[in-house]
């Protein structure tokens, strides 16, 4: 139990760690969701927008408008009596209908008509007056460079208080044209960015230019619109009206998206044709904005890919007035991984006792910490994320069930050995173990026979089990005139299973390889595939497959997680042969590939199954890869070969009892005799 605790905690500290560094990215797609099942009601709201949208362009002409048709508009809206006019855009450049521009456009002009033209009051000046006599708030953006001094802009609110601790500030500003920026009412930055996954799900409310603080867009009209002298900002919220309006460090508002109503959107075109209800912007603050194709501010938020940044601002605004914000308060952090823990600590506790009423108990919590989530944002708009004390709970519960799998696994085997020796023991009373070792050693082909299976190569191979009977097979298999299989395999585990599997391992493989199939990974699918139909007991076998054409000395591999073959070059030089292969047999469909090579007269490969190479001594050292190849340096036949590979073993373990079956083949090619000089 204590092991599967300790599993448990493992998995714990995982959870944990990919919480800390991966909880922002994980808790937004969720807390999207949220917004899109329950968004926030706009009915009722006291903004309404305005957009130059694509009929107004092609009722006016395309953007930017010359300033009579924007004073005209202004005009048509602040006679409508609004409380306060924003304009979610900039003027930054001269009017381009200009008196004097005209007049430099027709030189046939007489020059008293020339003079005439140059006497009218540019529309810049007229639509300054405009704007002095409604209550307008223009907009500003802070920039990095470029634009002009902040110093000489006039900040209309006051701000007090304790700003946010890390409260941008833009060196430079983007202002509208004297004429305008003098006259308005208020002021507001337009300045906002996306979260890093291009979502809008944060407005700016405060911000600094220059190093003093102005209020954005959404603000300044909400300001107006209470008739307040003051904003004053307290640290991690700003007040307005008696209104405490929680922001991050940064400034800005968590805004909870809704669809804003129809009937508070207008075109513009309509506004100029007066086609729209008397009192549609009576007493409301009325929000202008760009809609037209090439000209709008596109944005993403939780509830849409593609909205205008418009209606986000007055979203905003609307949110500053009714209370439509969310908030992630300072301690929902804490709490959350406080949650964590005390769901892992209970799946500690409950999880290794293997009672189900117990495991109702994180079963319960968790179920508990998922509905005080979505309950905390739907009825408060409080931002609690649930996910981090479900991953830690659930961190936990994988490495719990993890540990309980792991040592029932192991107690299995403990049984299994402890059946196997009894069985073991009975068999060797009565002689039985070493009639099948017979048995299945008189399965494999006599190394006599080997010796002279073809003059045009040289082979040899032995096995030697780890116990009476073990579990690795080899086999030498005549394919036609020309052509040869050989194999080696190694089937898990030791003892009467892995014998038995091993029987029919090798039974299949030779079968198989005589059928006839057009290559060699055709028949290893087909043996992968009847290997799995027979194994009740999910075990499972290495495998080597090799076909040699004696006539060229062109041969296929195929390895099914088994050990790499040793390549001896005729210049006695001698390296392992990687094979890309794949897993062993009986686990899993694949489709495993043909590893051409070609061996040279005086070649030879070497198989080997892991009682070689992880053949141990009584320190616990591994045999190793380097004592093979020093084990078959300077040998010239087959015979040599395999050994002095198993005297190399036998002398290496020094006493110890083998870890494991033994097996070792090779392969020399000699070519054909009546060839040779």
């Known amino acids: ?168 500030d833009e060196p430079r500003a983007v202002a509208n044209i004297p004429e305008l920026e003098g006259a308005a009412l208020g002021h507001g930055l337009l300045n906002g960015q996306p979260d890093s996954d291009g979502r809008v799900r944060r407005v700016p409310l405060l911000m600094k230019l220059g ?50 109503p129809a009937a508070e959107i207008s075109s513009a075109a309509d506004v100029l044709r007066r086609k729209f209800p008397a009192d549609a912007f009576a007493g409301k603050i009325v929000l202008l904005g760009l809609a037209a194709e090439g000209t709008a501010d596109i944005v993403a938020t939780p509830l849409e890919a593609e909205g205008f940044g418009t209606l986000v601002q007055a979203q905003a605004v609307d949110a500053i007035l009714r209370g439509g914000w969310l908030d992630r308060p300072v301690w929902a952090a804490p709490a959350e991984w406080g949650a964590g823990l005390l769901l892992a600590v209970a799946v500690l506790l409950c999880g290794p006792a293997r009672r189900r009423t117990l495991m109702l108990v994180p079963l319960g919590l968790a179920v508990v910490i998922a509905a005080v989530g979505w309950f905390a944002f739907d009825l408060g708009s409080l931002l609690l994320d649930p996910l981090r004390p479900l991953l830690l709970g659930g961190g936990a519960a994988v490495g719990v069930a993890g540990g309980m799998f792991v040592e029932a696994r192991r107690e299995r085997e403990r049984l299994r050995e402890t059946l196997v020796r009894e069985r073991i023991a009975a068999a ?61 395999g190694d089937v898990t585990g030791k003892g009467v299973p892995a014998a038995l599997f091993m029987a029919l391992s090798k039974a299949l493989a030779k079968s198989v390889v005589l059928r006839g199939v057009p290559s060699l990974a055709d028949a290893a699918a087909i043996l992968n595939e009847e290997l799995m139909r027979d194994n009740s007991e999910a075990m499972n076998v290495t495998m080597l497959v090799g076909i040699l054409d004696l006539s060229s000395g062109e041969l296929v591999l195929m390895s099914a997680g088994h050990e790499d073959p040793l390549h001896i070059r005729g210049d006695g030089a001698i390296a392992i042969h990687k094979l890309d292969g794949g897993p062993p047999f009986c686990i899993v469909d694949f489709p495993y590939p043909d590893e051409p090579m070609r061996l040279a007269p005086g070649e030879a490969l070497v198989l080997i199954s892991d009682g070689v190479s992880e053949a141990q001594n009584g320190d616990g050292a591994l045999f190793g890869h380097d004592r093979l190849l020093a084990a078959l340096r300077g040998r010239t036949n087959a015979s040599a070969m395999v050994e002095a590979m198993r005297d190399a073993v036998r002398a290496f373990e020094d006493g110890t009892d083998p870890t494991d079956d033994l097996t070792v083949m090779a392969v020399r090619y000699l070519g054909d005799p009546s060839e040779t000089i």
């Open 428 to 488: 060797a009373t009565e002689g039985e173990l070493q009639a099948a070792r017979s048995i299945q050693l008189g399965m494999l082909p006599p190394r006599e026979e080997l010796a002279g299976f073809d003059p045009r190569i040289d082979i040899d191979a032995l096995l030697e089990p780890a116990k009476s009977i073990g579990g690795d097979l080899y086999d030498v298999i005549r394919l036609d005139a020309d052509r040869i299989a050989f194999l080696v």
């Open 211 to 260: 190093g003093r603080p102005m209020p954005s867009l959404s603000l300044e009209l909400a300001r107006l619109a209470r008739d307040q002298e003051a904003v004053t900002a307290e640290g991690r919220a700003v007040a307005l009206a008696g209104r405490h309006i929680p922001v991050d460090a940064e400034g800005r508002m968590r805004l909870r998206f809704g669809r804003f």
């Open 1 to 168: 139990m204590t092991r599967i605790r300790l599993a448990g905690l493992l998995a714990l500290v995982a959870a944990a760690l990919l919480s800390a560094f991966a909880g922002e990215a994980m808790r937004r797609p969720m807390f999207d969701l949220w917004q899109r099942l329950a968004p926030r009601d706009l009915s009722g709201t006291p903004v309404h927008v305005v957009l130059v949208d694509s009929d107004s362009i092609a009722a006016v002409g395309p953007w930017p408008w010359p300033r009579y048709h924007m004073a005209r508009l202004t005009e048509e809206i602040a006679a409508r009596g609004p409380k306060a006019i924003g304009f979610d855009m900039l003027f930054p450049e001269p009017d381009r209908v200009r008196p004097d521009i005209f007049a430099a456009l027709y030189p046939e002009l007489s020059p008293a008509a020339a003079a005439e033209v140059h006497g009218l009051p540019p529309m810049d000046r007229l639509y300054g007056q405009v704007v002095g006599k409604a209550p307008v708030v223009l907009g500003r953006a802070g920039v990095g460079s470029g634009g002009s001094d902040p110093a000489q802009l006039f900040v209309d609110a006051t701000i007090k208080g304790t700003l946010p601790p890390r409260l941008p």
